[in-house]
């Protein structure tokens, strides 16, 4: 995990002041989740180039702790923590930076509240909703954004992009800015946020986003992301930089998250697979649990089996489904899973009824061969139902750009000629035959906001 910093004004070499760090020197600082090393790879009157290098043991991370039921042990020891920049590397700045952060400088004081021409560079920066999401959260702040996409497997490009970016951020700016802007946004862009996050994480989320936050076009966004989507928390932190009127416990990049529309879905695919007269059934990207906590309710579901490639999704629907207070009995209901949807697992097979809630949409369109062959061709329950945004329905979301989609994390959103298409193409190829329905309030010109596929075998 790598973040570059170069100062291209002479004499170059007063970086080293505004950092606190000697260029002549190369300093390790222990972390609690590995080594943070500063050294510079460039030094000269005209330019001056500091490094940040984190070392991460993921391992290390998590030995002697206690992962329920062995769940997601692999995930540990398998992921992409030392070499992504994560919430680990924003950490890192604020504790190896903590005075350029704060924008102190003993010996160049000047020079700490002036606009200085700097480019940062990110070596693997994950962006979920892509390069889009990338800009629209650098740009409002004066930054030209560079971005390099990194594929999959650059010996098969036919798999597809990765979610990953090494990037370029130019401008004229306060050191301590970069910093801040850097701090906040990389685990909005991320999704993720490796330790817990209560009031304190508000505290700092206003303390780093003085002065920009307040003003920027995607200030909705980046609080409920930074704060891991816990409402209270985001609101929060909203109405203290703008006020009730600019608080909105919604973010508007997720107009489909109504409250009354998201609880109907689920509700309505609960009600189906009841419906079907399953009594083992999967949640593919169960996410933090809504669905599972329905179908733990019907004691028709003799097994329950929720998987989601996000292991903190995971965490906290083990959290909400309160699995420690169950009975033995109700505990045996029900298993959680970590895994991926375009990998064949040998865990999904043998079941009456899968249920797939707003999930396909998230994956890169060249993943969806792998994830009809593992649902389809693999796991083939006897009944599958399958949820997705129907794209006509999003005219009437009024807070919504047109040609934008309904979430940043969304990689396609179809319309209900495409979804159809789509669905009886792989039910021809599978053996399975289709019929649609309709979820939501229908509209007589675009239909209603969510489109169901109903497998059946």
Known sequence: ?????????????????????????????????????????????????????????????????????????????????????????????????????????????????????????????????????????????????????????????????????????????????LLRHIYVLVPVLDHEKHYWVGDAEVEKLLRNGEGWLAQHPERELIAHRYLKFQRSLAREALTRLVGEEGADEEAPVRPERQPGLHDDRIAAVAAALKATGARRVLDLGCGEGKLLRLLMAEAQFEQIVGLDVAY????????????????????????????SLTYRDARLTGFDAAAVVEVIEHLDPARLEAFEQVLFGHARPAS?????????????????????????DHRFEWTRAQFEGWAQAVAARHGYSVRFEPLGPVDPELGAPTQMGVFAR
């Not at 930054?143 to 979610?163: C, F, I, K, Q, T």
């Not at 083990?318 to 009995?329: D, F, G, S, Y």
Request: one cysteine or more; charged letters at 25%; proline letters at 7%.
């Open 384 to 408: 599958i139902l399958l949820t997705t945004p129907n794209a006509e329905y999003n005219a009437r979301f009024e807070r919504m750009a047109p040609g934008t989609l309904r979430h940043a």
């Open 1 to 177: 995990m790598l973040l570059t910093i170069t100062y291209k004004q002479a004499p170059a070499t007063d970086l080293g002041y505004l950092l606190h760090k000697n260029p002549a020197r190369v300093q390790t600082f222990p972390l609690a989740f590995g080594s943070a090393h500063v050294f510079y790879p460039e030094v000269g009157p005209e330019r001056c180039t500091a490094a940040l290098l984190l070392e991460i043991d993921p391992v290390g991370l998590v030995r002697g702790k206690r992962h329920g039921g062995g769940e997601g042990l692999l995930d540990q020891y398998v992921n992409d923590r030392p070499y992504v920049a994560s919430s680990f590397l924003s950490v890192a700045v604020a504790e190896v930076f903590s005075s350029a952060l704060s924008g102190r400088s003993k010996d160049r004081p000047d020079l700490a509240e002036a606009a200085l021409p700097l480019e940062a560079t990110i070596s693997m920066l994950p962006s979920r909703g892509g390069e889009a999401t990338l800009r629209r959260l650098f740009e409002p702040l004066g930054y030209v954004v560079g971005a390099e996409g990194v594929p999959l497997d650059e010996h098969h490009p036919d798999w597809g992009s990765s979610p990953y970016f090494r990037v370029t951020l130019r401008g004229n700016v306060r050191l301590r800015d």
């Open 312 to 339: 903190r999704s995971l965490e906290i629907a083990r959290e909400r489904l309160n699995l420690e207070q169950l009975t033995q009995a109700q505990r045996d209901r029900i298993t959680l899973l970590h895994g």
